[in-house]
Nanobody, 122 residues
Framework: QVQLVESGGGLVQAGGSLRLSCAPSGRTFSRYNMGWFRQDPGKEREFVAAIAWSGDMTVYVDSVKGRFTISRDNAKNTVYLQMNSLKPEDTAVYYC???????????????WGQGTQVTVSS
């Protein structure tokens, strides 16, 4: 079974930065569009950002545009999420997944990894 492995979260003050990494194991994802999602307790998981398999196209939810940057290194089978100017409302567990549907932001796998906790203090 493919494992979705996220890392890089932590506790930061508002205005700070973090860089998340996603290194799936069990298969190569160089030909898959990849996405980041997040979930706050009591809320539904929401789409954050996606990057095409070639890396030449990205898309973001409006609330993170201009602050977050998604990138990938296919040679390392790793996807990144650089998060700058963090706000308390960015606090959530962040997950990665391949994308089944780019336009609808539908995850490829119906399961998730353990995610990585991001906590932004005010």
């Amino acid at each position: 079974q493919v494992q979705l492995v996220e890392s890089g979260g932590g506790l930061v003050q508002a205005g700070g930065s973090l860089r998340l990494s996603c290194a799936p194991s069990g298969r190569t994802f160089s030909r898959y569009n990849m996405g980041w999602f997040r979930q706050d307790p009591g809320k539904e998981r929401e789409f954050v950002a996606a990057i095409a398999w070639s890396g030449d196209m990205t898309v973001y939810v409006d609330s993170v545009k201009g602050r977050f940057t998604i990138s990938r290194d296919n040679a390392k089978n790793t996807v990144y999420l650089q998060m700058n100017s963090l706000k308390p409302e960015d606090t959530a567990v962040y997950y990665c997944n391949a994308l089944r549907d780019w336009s609808k932001r539908v995850p490829f796998y119906d399961y998730w990894g353990q995610g990585t906790q991001v906590t932004v203090s005010s």
